[in-house]
């Protein structure tokens, strides 16, 4: 296990439904981070929160909303999708937001979504 | 912006021979270059990676080359098992940028 947990695991629903996706890291690190995997395509990063405030939004869709409380805990709140948002959704963690060496991002397993 | 692009995108070997997957980058500010693994059903791990002022990184079967003239950086798999077959991604950062890039991912599968 990495020390990061994504819930739930698989999720269905409706272009006109309110989900939400749940990220906890226990590592300890100050960096959190929403990742979009579709097939055959490279991790899209949606975005960067550090000490809670976030710090990257790569022109993600209002219909992505996220949320972090605290350090340890990450949200993706869902709303009126499409389709095409039909992907696995990965949380990471680091110690710090720079990208470097001695800063490995640690992946969770992901939210495996599907839009109806 | 910058882009990472990553070849081949599957790749079969037999068990004992060796895998190569090799990226090529566009930023020539790009001065960290990790690779992942991505087994089935689990998210990306770091597996091994490199900066910009090594030329070449071993760490048991696994070993990275990095080319700064030629802005490109392979993965090296040697004595392939079958517990080697998943995704592999290269990525790569730069210092203080926010971000990593990603290839687009290789499947290797090693037949026994």
């Known amino acids: 296990e990495t020390g990061v947990t994504q819930t739930p695991r698989h999720l269905v629903m409706g272009m006109t439904n309110k989900k939400s996706l749940k990220c906890e890291q226990h590592?300890?690190?100050?960096?959190m981070y929403w990742y979009k995997q579709s097939a055959k395509k490279p991790l899209e990063l949606m975005f960067v929160?550090?000490?809670?405030?976030?710090?990257e939004n790569n022109s993600v869709p209002s219909r992505f909303s996220p949320e972090c409380p605290n350090s340890s805990h990450l949200f993706l709140h869902l709303h009126t999708l499409q389709p095409e948002d039909s992907a696995l959704y990965l949380c990471?963690?680091?110690?710090?937001?720079?990208?470097?060496?001695?800063?490995?991002?640690?992946f969770g397993p992901g939210t495996r979504l599907t839009v109806l | 912006g910058e882009n990472v692009e990553q070849h081949p995108s599957t790749l079969s070997v037999q068990e004992g021979d060796s895998a190569v997957i090799k990226c090529t980058y566009s930023?020539?500010?790009?001065?960290?270059f990790p690779w992942y693994k991505q087994e089935l059903g689990k998210g990306p791990q770091l597996i091994i990676d490199i900066r910009s002022n090594v030329g070449e990184k071993k760490d048991q079967r696994i070993a990275v080359t990095l080319n700064k003239t030629a802005k490109h950086f392979s993965l090296h798999i040697t004595e392939t098992q079958p517990e080697d077959s998943a995704v592999y991604f290269c990525?790569?950062?730069?210092?203080?940028?926010?971000?990593?890039?990603f290839g687009s991912g290789t499947q290797l599968t090693v037949l026994p």
């Open positions: 930023d020539s500010a790009s001065n960290y």
């Open positions: 929160y550090n000490f809670k405030e976030q710090t």
């Open positions: 990525a790569q950062g730069a210092g203080s940028a926010r971000q990593l890039t």
């Open positions: 590592l300890g690190h100050n960096a």
């Open positions: 990471a963690s680091s110690l710090w937001v720079v990208t470097s060496g001695n800063n490995e991002q640690f």
